[in-house]
């Protein structure tokens, strides 16, 4: 039986330990370091890395749900990671993604959607008009945002899974 609150009780508890594996801990440090600088305002940086760990962290609680991953892609995918999971989360925004999930679809929109809402709530309740005058957008902006990174957190996952690390350089 599927139970929502559940689910992001579980997804939001492992989000307060250290769910990535060192590829995606690389790639969560390095793409809020990149968001700080170039965002207006550099509260969204670390918001987008919140935002990108609770998507990590429902794929991983469905994985563990489930107790099996999807090793072998669909489709070809890019190798290059970022761009792998840029690609899937694109197909969670549209259409054509059930292949990657391991929930049913609607079970994985809703939670989703949950936690986006569960995002939007901390970072724009208490929103204080001097950050949202530095970073130069609205709050239909930052929700924009924000649901990206949730999302393309649960296909980092995905893709951690699909894309191939590339073998070390012989120094």
Same mark, same amino acid.
């Given at each position: 039986?599927? /139970? ?11 989000g307060q330990s &250290? ?20 965002? #207006?305002?550099?509260? =969204? ?12 962290? =429902? %794929?991983?609680?469905?994985?563990? /749900? ?6 072998? !892609?669909?489709?070809?995918? #890019?190798?290059?990671? /970022? ?14 993604? $059930? !292949?990657?999930? =391991?929930? !049913?679809?609607?079970?994985? *929109?809703?939670?989703?959607? &949950? ?12 929103? /204080? ?14 929700? $924009? ?11 980092? %996952? *995905?893709?951690?899974? =699909? *894309? #191939?690390? #590339?073998? !070390?350089?012989?120094?």
């Amino acid at each position: 039986m599927f /139970d929502l609150h559940e689910l992001i009780f579980r997804t939001r508890a492992l989000g307060q330990s &250290h769910p990535f594996t060192p590829r995606g801990y690389r790639y969560l440090n390095a793409r809020v370091a990149q968001e700080r600088k170039t965002q #207006p305002a550099e509260e =969204l940086g670390i918001w987008a890395g919140n935002a990108l760990t609770v998507g990590y962290c =429902l %794929r991983c609680v469905e994985e563990q /749900d489930v107790g099996r991953i999807i090793d072998t !892609p669909p489709e070809p995918l #890019p190798a290059d990671f /970022d761009a792998a999971a840029s690609h899937i989360a694109q197909l969670i925004r549209t259409d054509g993604a $059930e !292949p990657y999930l =391991l929930y !049913p679809e609607e079970h994985v *929109v809703a939670a989703l959607d &949950h936690l986006i809402m569960g995002e939007l709530e901390r970072r724009l309740g208490g929103l /204080d008009a001097a950050v949202e005058g530095r970073a130069g957008e609205s709050s239909a902006d930052i929700t $924009e945002y924000l649901a990206w990174w949730v999302i393309k957190g649960y296909a980092l %996952r *995905v893709a951690d899974h =699909l *894309v #191939p690390e #590339p073998a !070390p350089q012989a120094k």
